[in-house]
């Protein structure tokens, strides 16, 4: 499958509408830190995001 940009965020908005992409802003969790890392190409894409908090 050819990943474009339009493509990917096509299935961040759904996850988005699921609830399953991380919340920043959880009342159970005082956010101290995230980082977003991004990597694509032609035939793969990945996203990690890391969530610190206490």
């Not at 894409?45 to 969530?51: F, G, S």
Request: with cysteine; proline share 2%; glycine share 4%.
């Amino acid at each position: 499958m050819n990943w474009k940009s339009e493509r990917i965020l096509e299935v961040l908005d759904a996850c988005a509408e699921e609830f399953t992409f991380p919340v920043l802003d959880n009342g159970y969790v005082y956010l101290a830190a995230t980082r977003m890392s991004a990597y694509r190409s032609d035939d793969e894409w990945a996203i990690v995001i890391e969530v610190f908090g206490f």
